[in-house]
T-cell receptor, first 113, second 112 residues
């Protein structure tokens, strides 16, 4: 039968281009944010995290930006590769939540070779 | 260094049955959290175990229960299965309650 689910926002980029994936988080008290990558049929894979006392954090080919004023998080992927094709989720938590992660809707990134 | 492992990978049950899913945390981790991920959605927090006790619980009915063993592994039990329980069940482990959570591959449960 036909599967039913939410239609994820999609982002289609050309191989080698830079990608920017955005996320609006819900709780102004959140103080820890994580980006996960989820490939089809697999569990979420940790990419990068950032705490609320930072505005920017860089990893290998990835950068996360945090704007607490407008409760916005972004993930920048440099020189996007076909292997980057996946669904990307942002997640938030705060100290009093004791580690409970609240996930955003997710964005599907498609990289054209 | 072994990552988070889950078993079984797939499971098919019928309505009203009971199911047990298992999780072994990443080496060195002592905290296990369980999430339910419906198709096309982000994971939803079910509960978290630390020091063999349930520390936090999400908005899930009592049909969902769990356990953590002295070796930090964990089980998720779901009783009286409903069609709506069909989902990918994810286990995540971390070193204590506040640190980064790393996910396993999940168990795909289909309720007919």
């Amino acid at each position: 039968g036909e599967s039913v689910g939410l239609h994820l926002p999609t982002l289609s980029v050309q191989e080698g281009d830079n990608s920017i994936i955005n996320c609006a988080y819900s709780n102004s008290a959140s103080d820890y944010f994580i980006w996960y990558k989820q490939e089809s049929g697999k569990g979420p894979q940790f990419i990068i995290d950032i705490r609320s006392n930072m505005d920017k954090r860089q990893g290998q080919r990835v950068t996360v930006l945090l704007n607490k004023t407008v409760k916005h998080l972004s993930l920048q992927i440099a020189a996007t590769q076909p292997g980057d094709s996946a669904v990307y989720f942002c997640a938030e938590t705060f100290y009093n939540q004791g580690g409970k992660l609240i996930f955003g809707q997710g964005t599907e990134l498609s990289v054209k070779p | 260094d072994a990552g988070v492992t889950q078993s079984p990978t797939h499971l098919i049950k019928t309505r009203g049955q009971q199911v047990t899913l298992r999780c072994s945390p990443k080496s060195g981790h002592d905290t296990v959290s369980w999430y339910q991920q419906a198709l096309g959605q982000g994971p939803q927090f079910i509960f978290q175990y630390y020091e063999e006790e349930e520390r936090q619980r999400g908005n899930f009915p009592d049909r969902f229960s769990g356990h953590q063993f002295p070796n930090y592994s964990s089980e998720l039990n779901v009783n009286a299965l409903l069609l709506g329980d069909s989902a990918l069940y994810l286990c995540a482990s971390s070193l204590d309650l506040q640190e980064t959570q790393y996910f396993g591959p999940g168990t795909r449960l289909l309720v007919l």
